[in-house]
């Protein structure tokens, strides 16, 4: 079992499952050559497949095109269906940064074929996390910077402001789908700039007021 860490807090908390959002900024669909989708595109990873900011994320030897995505990541702290306005923002207790870790080709290879994404994006180490604020200590504002760079070359800057769903319009529609639970955690989805790593590349990524991930690739 994994467990979240948090800034100020020794509260230990299990990581439940992660809800991740596809193509929630519309330059990033663009770039993928996807159409801006009516509401969120709604995809699993399953916690065994974390690590945290200082560790290394290994290359699965299958895939010839891993790639970085940057997202601002909701934590969940208390269990939420149906959520309405007020609800939905209730239940994000804090906020964290994320790295999902992509296998390009197989996913674009699964598409062709109308098959589920999975394998591209559930393998080992393809969700890296560093620590989560609570929204006690921090509140977002909604217009905070992320970006990510490798080797030193920026690669995404964007900001938050661009999400196509904010983060109380993404609760109330996963929500009314599927319960969410106390550590479950909520991937938003990346803006454009994603590309492919190798092995020995360094990637820094950063959200602005929340923090920071620092990984390579191996």
Not at 30 to 51: H, M, Q
Not at 172 to 178: D, E, N, P, Q, Y
Not at 186 to 204: A, H, L, Q, S, W
């Amino acid at each position: 079992m994994k467990y979240l860490n948090f800034k100020n807090s020794e509260e230990k908390v299990p990581i439940g499952k992660m809800v991740c959002v596809g193509r929630n900024y519309a330059a990033h669909a663009k770039e993928l050559g996807n159409d801006v989708p009516e509401f969120p595109i709604i995809f699993l990873k399953p916690a065994s497949t974390v690590i945290f900011s200082g560790d290394s994320v290994v290359h699965p030897s299958y895939s010839n095109d891993l790639q970085h995505e940057v997202e601002l990541v909701l934590y969940i702290g208390e269990d939420v269906k149906n959520a309405d306005d007020a609800s939905a923002e209730k239940a994000i207790h804090g906020y964290t940064i994320g790295l999902d870790m992509t296998l390009r080709d197989l996913q674009n290879e699964y598409r062709k074929k109308g098959d589920p994404w999975t394998l591209a994006k559930c393998f080992d180490t393809a969700a890296v996390l560093t620590d989560v604020v609570l929204k006690k200590d921090y509140r977002l504002r909604g217009d905070e910077k992320i970006s990510l760079s490798v080797n030193g070359k920026e690669r995404q800057n964007s900001s938050i402001k661009n999400m196509l769903f904010s983060p109380a319009e993404i609760v109330k529609f996963i929500s009314a789908r599927l319960t969410l639970e106390k550590g479950d955690l909520i991937f938003t989805g990346t803006p454009e700039g994603v590309g492919r790593v190798v092995p020995g590349d360094k990637i820094d990524a950063s959200l602005e007021n929340i923090g920071t991930i620092k990984t390579q690739i191996k």
